[in-house]
C-alpha cells in the first residue's frame, strides 16, 4: 500500500513539473496536389467525343424566330402568354386523339419554372432547354369552378402569373372579373386544365389542384411539347410575335 501512495505521489509531481506551451508564431503554407491528379484518359476522351458532338449539334438547331424579346413579367408578359398559349394549343390537339375528348379550357405554366428569357430572332433547342430545364410533363386534370376560383385567387397572391384561356381583374387584391373562355365563372360548372405534373401535385402552392375529379397524364415531357410545336411553327415559315391583351389585369 505504502509503494502504491509514493507512485501516486511521483506521478502527480511529474505532472505538477509541466511545462506550459506557448504558441509564438504560425507558419502556413500550400502543398500542391496536382502531380497526384491523374491524367485525362485519351480512350475515354475518344468515346465520348462522337456523342458530344451530336449533342451540341443538336442543341444549335434553330427552331423558331421571335420578332420580338420574350421576358417574364407580372401580372401578364410576352413570354408567359405566349408559353400559355402554346400549351392550351397543343393540350387541345392530344385532347382531340384522347377518348374522353378533356378538351382544355385554360392552361397553367408555374411562373418560376421559366428560368430565363427567349430572344429575338434565332431561338434554338439549348435555349428551350434553359428556360425548361426540369423533366416536367403535360397533364390534364378537370376541376370544379369552386377550384378554380380558390386557384384565381392564388394567381392573385402571386401577382399574376402564367395563365391562359382566363380574363382575370384584380381589384384590392381580391377576384374583380373572373371569366373562363369569355364566360363567367361557374362554380358548380367542370373545367379542363393542362398543365404539368409538378403543379398538378400541389407544387408551388396549388394545393387546390389535388382536388381534381379526373388526371390524364400524356407521357409528353412538357420542354418536347414546346420544342416540337416550335419546330414546326418555323418549318411552315411562321414567326413568333405574341401580344399583351390583359388576361390579368388590374381594375
Known amino acids: 500500500m505504502k509503494n502504491s501512495f509514493l507512485l501516486i505521489a511521483f506521478?502527480?509531481?511529474?505532472?505538477?513539473?509541466?511545462?506550459?506551451?506557448?504558441?509564438?508564431?504560425?507558419?502556413?503554407?500550400?502543398?500542391?496536389?496536382?502531380?497526384?491528379?491523374?491524367?485525362?484518359?485519351?480512350?475515354?476522351?475518344?468515346?465520348?467525343?462522337?456523342?458530344?458532338?451530336?449533342?451540341?449539334?443538336?442543341?444549335?438547331?434553330?427552331?423558331?424566330?421571335?420578332?420580338?424579346?420574350?421576358?417574364?413579367?407580372?401580372?401578364?408578359?410576352?413570354?408567359?402568354?405566349?408559353?400559355?398559349?402554346?400549351?392550351?394549343?397543343?393540350?387541345?390537339?392530344?385532347?382531340?386523339?384522347?377518348?374522353?375528348?378533356?378538351?382544355?379550357d385554360l392552361a397553367y405554366l408555374n411562373y418560376g419554372g421559366l428560368r430565363t428569357q427567349l430572344p429575338k430572332g434565332e431561338i434554338t433547342v439549348g435555349k428551350i432547354f434553359e428556360l425548361m430545364p426540369f423533366e416536367n410533363e403535360m397533364v390534364l386534370i378537370q376541376l370544379t369552378g369552386a377550384d378554380l376560383y380558390e386557384f384565381a385567387v392564388r394567381l392573385i397572391s402571386n401577382g399574376g402569373d402564367c395563365v391562359s384561356g382566363i380574363k382575370l381583374g384584380i381589384q384590392d387584391n381580391k377576384i374583380g372579373t373572373f371569366e373562363i373562355d369569355g364566360n363567367p365563372l361557374n362554380h358548380t360548372a367542370l373545367y379542363w386544365v393542362v398543365t404539368n405534373n409538378y403543379v398538378a401535385e400541389g407544387g408551388d402552392g396549388m394545393t387546390m389542384l389535388l382536388n381534381r375529379k379526373k388526371y390524364i397524364q400524356t407521357g409528353i415531357k412538357l420542354r418536347d411539347c414546346f420544342i416540337d410545336h416550335m419546330r414546326n411553327e418555323y418549318q411552315t415559315g411562321r414567326t413568333i410575335s405574341p401580344k399583351l391583351d390583359g388576361r390579368i389585369y388590374y381594375e
Not at 420578332?67 to 407580372?74: D, F, P, R
Open 11 to 104: 506521478i502527480f509531481g511529474l505532472l505538477s513539473c509541466k511545462s506550459t506551451l506557448i504558441i509564438q508564431d504560425i507558419h502556413m503554407q500550400n502543398i500542391p496536389n496536382y502531380e497526384n491528379i491523374s491524367t485525362i484518359d485519351s480512350t475515354i476522351v475518344q468515346l465520348v467525343a462522337p456523342y458530344k458532338q451530336n449533342l451540341e449539334t443538336d442543341m444549335q438547331e434553330i427552331i423558331a424566330i421571335s420578332t420580338v424579346e420574350l421576358v417574364k413579367g407580372k401580372p401578364e408578359s410576352l413570354l408567359t402568354n405566349y408559353l400559355a398559349d402554346l400549351l392550351l394549343e397543343e393540350g387541345s390537339r392530344y385532347a382531340y386523339k384522347h377518348p374522353l375528348q378533356p378538351l382544355p
